[in-house]
Each structure stands twice: as C-alpha cells, then as structure tokens.
C-alpha cells in the first residue's frame, strides 16, 4: 500500500502544468507533451512500462515487509528487548522520509531516470551489506539507509504516470495495488523456506535480487519527456515521443512542440487558508491515522503470531528455539515462527485487494467522507476483535477483514485528498500529507512491538481509539468532493 500514495501524489502533480495560451506562429502548429502522449495513446510502449515501473513496487514491498518477517530471528540471535526490535521498523521510515525529499529535489535538478536508477543500486547494495550486519547497531543503521533508497522509488512511479495518457491514469492506480500485494506475498513464502533453513541473512541477500534485476531493465525505459522539456531539451524530449509512437504503432503529433508554462506552485500558508483550514488539519489527522493502523496491523499480526497470542488453537503458530529453561523466561526469549503463522500472514496479506471491489462502489455511491468513515469505523471493530479468545482460523479472519480495511481506508484518502485541494495547491497537499503517514508508520512499532507485550488490550484499544478520531474527523470533514469538479485555484 506504500506504492498508491506516492503515484496519486505524483499524478495530481502533474496537473500542475499548465499549457501555454498563446496564439501560435501563423502557419506553424505547436504541440506540448501531454497532447503527444494524448494523440500516441496506449500501446506496447506503456504495457512494458507498467510492469517495469509498476515491479518497483514489488521490491519496495519486499523491503519494507522484510523486517516483519526477520524480527523474530534478529530477536534471538542478538538478544534484542521489544524496543529495540521495534527502533529496526522506526529507522526504515525515518531513511525513507528524509531521503524521499532530498531525492525529490535531486530529480527534479538531475532527472527522474538518473535518480531512480542511483536509488535501487543503493537500496541494493546496503540490502546486501545488511545480511552482513555484524551487530544491532550496524543492522538498524543498514537498514535505515535501505529505507533511504527506497524511497527513490517513487521517481519510477512519477516516470510511469508522465507517460500515460489522461484516462488511463485512473485505472493504472488501483491496479499498481497487484505490485506491492506481489511483493509482500513473495517476502513471506520466501521467509517460510529460507528462514527455518539457510537463516534470515540468505533471505535479506535473495529479497535483493528482485532489485538488482530491475536495474538490468531500465535501460528499455527513457528519460521522461516532461523533465527534458523542463530543462529545454526539447530535442530529447522529441525523440523520445516519437520513439513510443513508433513502438505503439501510433501517428506523431505533427508541428514543433513547445514548451509548457508552469503556474505558481502551492505555498504552506495556503493550507492555511481560511477556506481549507479546518480540511487541512482534519485531512492531517486521518493520514496519520491510517498510517498508523496500516503499519500497527502488519507488525501487530507478526507480533502477535510470534508471542503466540491466540488460544484455543490445535497446533502452535510459533516454534521455540530453545527448550524450557531460565532463557525462556527472560524478555528475549526466542520464539520463532512455524508453518501455521507463515500461511496466516500469507492470507492476511492478500485482503488487502478483498474490498477493492465494495471500495470503490462505496466510494461512487455513497461518497468519499461516508465511505471512509465507515471503513475506519470497522477498522477500530475488528482492532478490539483481536482480543476475542478464538481460534486461529478465527484470528486470521479478523487479520485478514484488518488488512482489507486499512487498505480501503488508504484508498479512500488518497482519492479525497487529490479532488479536495485546487491545482495550484494540490501537490503540496499531498506532499504534507505523505509526511505525517511516515510520522504514523515511525510511531506504529513501538506500539505494535513494545507496548503490545505489556499491555496487549492496551495496544488494541490504542489503534482502535485512533481509527474512531479519523472516522469521526472524515464523517465531519467540511468538503464531500463526489461528482465535485477539479478546482483550479483558492
């Protein structure tokens, strides 16, 4: 669910180019970018452009889920306490939000492709340097510059959505959903061969080779034909649509193309503004709600399944790794997990594309605040739930309804937020939201690993009390955007 928000927020920011209106030349036609790529349309060139941009998604999926699926064996072989196992997740998010500013500002200066293809070699090598960590501090720091690469991702998503034309956009979103589900799917069947055999470090070296395989590819897609125009290379640019015109069997928009004028961009006070105060804080609130959920649950499900925290069950999800001793007892016991918890978190994962078809009907039907208050409201139903003394089929129901809803709220945000704001303010909007979600995915650890071992009801009511604030705050949101047209301006 990581790759849907940077692609909505990529998306509107496209819309932030406006097209020149001036009269051309007499007798000389001029065209810009989006008109070539509208005349191009879709074809074979954008088909290898999903699946090669859309698989940034799996390998991102891979590495974030990764640590959900090492936690317990980092746990044992270093003797690790919950907050330390929980600061592994923490330092992830924090590589992934400060580098996804300073990469941002490196590819709009130096280009998205250059900058996409720096940040999968470096998530790849400090993967691969991770499986050598020699202590926990060197693998926090490892990882925490995975993060960092990672983060560098979203210039594939951006180099995808600048290629598509207008009406495809919307489709291609909910479908980049099947990349990251991929993903999270691949990182689990994986641990549950790897991990009990050749051990978590030969797991982190082949979730590397999905990345490293990916670089191989880049070469088949160009540079975007938005950014060599912003730059005035407009000779790049040219050659590059007439190259996908030419593989999708499609005409060349014919004249001299010219280049775009760029309307003023967003300024923070403007999310201040009197009009989109209260939209703007309420908005804030349930981003970093969700975030929050959507992170609890993943990390809570792991957490859960390894401490072993479901009753009435005929067979064990977890494993001991050491016999009933003094070390058992101690709060960094290992328990590790077996069989049954890796088939639970495989069918937990795949929820999340469960309610995609009931999401969206929501979402045209009843509308973007109902819809979401709703999901949210269930969300904080099935968080208490949990606490129901069932047995484990009855627990990965409610893990699996848990991913299907966290991930419908995700959703429902993202459409809100980008149909909310108006153009020349709707990039910035998303782009503050995207960082109060890696606030909330910083925070879910400590109370998914930490405070879920004291308190496991405590942790419980926590998300559950969160979700209602957002449902509450999206219910009285002051702006229902469904069938609302696009703002341009405040």
């Given at each position: 669910m990581a790759t849907a928000p940077k692609e909505a927020e990529n998306d509107v920011g496209l819309?932030?180019?406006?097209?020149?209106?001036?009269?051309?030349?007499?007798?000389?036609?001029?065209?810009?970018?989006?008109?070539?790529?509208?005349?191009?349309?879709?074809?074979?060139f954008h088909i290898a452009l999903f699946l090669i941009m859309g698989s940034t998604?799996?390998?991102?999926?891979?590495?974030?889920?990764?640590?959900?699926?090492?936690?317990?064996?980092?746990?044992?072989?270093?003797?690790?306490?919950?907050?330390?196992?929980?600061?592994?997740?923490?330092?992830?998010?924090?590589?992934?939000?400060?580098?996804?500013?300073?990469?941002?500002?490196?590819?709009?200066?130096?280009?998205?492709?250059?900058?996409?293809?720096?940040?999968?070699?470096?998530?790849?090598?400090?993967?691969?340097?991770?499986?050598?960590a020699p202590s926990y501090m060197w693998f926090v720091f490892l990882r925490a510059m995975v993060g960092g690469g990672v983060a560098g991702h979203a210039?594939?998503?951006?180099?995808?959505?600048?290629?598509?034309?207008?009406?495809?956009?919307?489709?291609?979103?909910?479908?980049?959903?099947?990349?990251?589900?991929?993903?999270?799917?691949?990182?689990?069947?994986?641990?549950?061969?790897?991990?009990?055999?050749?051990?978590?470090?030969?797991?982190?070296?082949i979730a590397s080779i999905p990345g490293i395989l990916l670089i191989l590819v880049?070469?088949?897609?160009?540079?975007?034909?938005?950014?060599?125009?912003?730059?005035?290379?407009?000779?790049?640019?040219?050659?590059?649509?007439?190259?996908?015109?030419?593989?999708?069997?499609?005409?060349?928009?014919?004249?001299?193309?010219?280049?775009p004028t760029k309307e003023r961009g967003g300024r923070f006070k403007d999310l201040m503004h009197p009009k989109y105060l209260r939209t703007t804080l309420q908005i804030w609130i349930i981003w970093l709600?969700?975030?929050?959920?959507?992170?609890?649950?993943?990390?809570?499900?792991?957490?859960?399944?390894?401490?072993?925290?479901?009753?009435?069950?005929?067979?064990?999800?977890?494993?001991?790794?050491?016999?009933?001793?003094?070390?058992?007892?101690?709060?960094?016991?290992?328990?590790?997990?077996?069989?049954?918890?890796?088939?639970?978190?495989?069918?937990s994962t795949v929820g999340e594309i469960a309610l995609n078809p009931l999401n969206i009907l929501g979402i045209n039907f009843l509308g973007r605040r109902l819809s979401l208050c709703i999901t949210m409201g269930c969300t904080a139903l099935f968080f208490l739930l949990l606490n129901i003394c069932t047995s484990s089929?009855?627990?990965?129901?409610?893990?699996?309804?848990?991913?299907?809803?966290?991930?419908a709220n995700f959703n429902t945000i993202y459409i809100y937020t980008a149909e909310v704001y108006p153009t020349t303010m709707r990039a910035l909007g998303m782009g503050t939201?995207?960082?109060?979600?890696?606030?909330?995915?910083?925070?879910?650890?400590?109370?998914?690993?930490v405070l879920m071992s004291a308190s496991f009801i405590g942790a419980l009511c926590l998300f559950s009390s969160v979700c209602i604030v957002c449902a509450i705050s999206a219910f009285t949101l002051p702006i229902e955007t469904k069938g609302r047209a696009l703002q341009v301006c405040i």
């Open positions: 819309e932030e180019i406006q097209t020149e209106r001036q009269e051309p030349p007499k007798g000389q036609k001029t065209f810009t970018v989006q008109e070539a790529v509208e005349t191009i349309g879709f074809g074979r998604g799996v390998v991102e999926a891979m590495e974030i889920m990764l640590i959900a699926v090492v936690s317990p064996l980092i746990r044992c072989e270093w003797q690790l306490q919950d907050w330390q196992v929980a600061l592994v997740t923490t330092m992830v998010f924090f590589g992934y939000m400060v580098f996804s500013i300073v990469l941002g500002l490196l590819a709009d200066r130096y280009g998205r492709w250059k900058i996409l293809l720096l940040s999968f070699l470096w998530a790849s090598y400090f993967s691969l340097l991770t499986s050598f210039q594939g998503l951006i180099i995808k959505t600048e290629f598509l034309p207008t009406k495809y956009r919307g489709y291609m979103l909910p479908l980049s959903q099947v990349f990251w589900l991929a993903g999270s799917l691949l990182i689990v069947g994986l641990a549950s061969v790897v991990n009990p055999t050749i051990g978590w470090r030969w797991l982190i070296r880049f070469k088949f897609i160009p540079e975007s034909a938005r950014y060599n125009v912003s730059t005035g290379n407009m000779a790049a640019a040219l050659a590059t649509l007439r190259k996908i015109a030419k593989m999708n069997g499609a005409m060349m928009t014919e004249g001299v193309l010219r280049e709600g969700i975030a929050f959920a959507y992170y609890g649950v993943i990390l809570a499900s792991a957490e859960l399944l390894e401490r072993d925290l479901v009753c009435g069950s005929t067979a064990p999800l977890v494993q001991d790794a050491v016999d009933d001793s003094e070390e058992s007892h101690s709060p960094c016991h290992c328990r590790l997990f077996g069989p049954a918890a890796y088939q639970t978190m495989i069918i089929t009855g627990t990965t129901g409610f893990l699996f309804m848990l991913r299907a809803l966290v991930s939201s995207g960082s109060l979600c890696r606030v909330g995915a910083m925070v879910a650890p400590f109370i998914s690993q």
